[in-house]
C-alpha cells in the first residue's frame, strides 16, 4: 500500500510542479532552496541550478531541474527510522552514484518503501548492490520516465526483490543496462521483480 501511494503521490506531485514551472508566475525557480529537518525524515527542495545532494535521512527530496549529482542513498529507506522515502528530480542530465555496497540507493527499500522518479533527461545511474528498483523485506521502485539513460550495477537490482517488490521503470529513450549478478526482473526468496523497458532501443 505505501507503494502505491508513493507513485500516486510521485506522479501527481511532478506534474503539479511542472504546471506551476510552465506557467507565468513570476518565480525565481534557479534560486529555490528549503532544507528542513522533521521527526520522520529531512525534507529537500531545490532549484534549477547544478547541485550536488548528498543526504542520509531524507523523507522528501524535490530538484527542480539542472543538471544534478547525486551521491548515496538518493530515492532509498536510509535506516529504520526513516522508512519512508521520495526523491523526484524534474529535468536535467543527472548522474546517480553510490559507492557503498551496503547502503541501499536509486529507488531501493530495506523494511520500507522507497521511491526514485526522473522526469526527464540523459540519466546515469551507478552503484554497487541492493539499488535502481530494489528490495528486501519492502518495495523499492525506480522510474524513468525519459531519456536515453546508463544503468549500471553489480547485483541484486534493476527490479530484483527478497520478500517484497522491486520495480525498475524506464518509460522512454535507448538505454543501456549493466549487471553483474541477480537483477533485471528478478524474484528472490519470496520477492517479485520487475524490470518495465516501455520504448527505445
Known sequence: YAGLKLMETSGWLSDTLIK???????IDWKNQNLDVETPIGRLVISGTGDDIHKFTDVLLSVDLGGN????????????????????IDLAGD?????????????????FGAAMLLDVSGDDVYSSKRLS????????????????????????????????GVG???????????????????????????TLVNRTGN
Do not use: C, H, R
Open 132 to 163: 535502481q528498483g530494489a528490495s528486501m523485506l519492502g518495495i523499492g521502485i525506480l522510474a524513468d520516465m525519459e531519456g536515453n539513460d546508463k544503468y549500471d550495477m553489480w547485483t541484486d537490482g534493476q527490479g530484483a526483490a527478497y520478500f
Open 20 to 26: 506551476l514551472k510552465n506557467s507565468k508566475l513570476a
Open 167 to 193: 520495480l525498475a521503470i524506464d518509460n522512454k529513450g535507448d538505454d543501456k543496462y549493466y549487471l553483474w549478478g541477480d537483477g533485471q526482473g528478478y524474484g528472490g526468496v519470496g520477492g517479485v521483480g
Open 94 to 110: 543527472d548522474k546517480y552514484l553510490n559507492d557503498d555496497e551496503y547502503a541501499p540507493s536509486q529507488g531501493a527499500a530495506i
Open 68 to 87: 544534478d549529482t547525486y551521491n548515496g542513498q538518493a530515492g532509498s529507506t536510509p535506516s529504520l527510522q526513516i522508512p519512508v522515502s521520495l526523491a
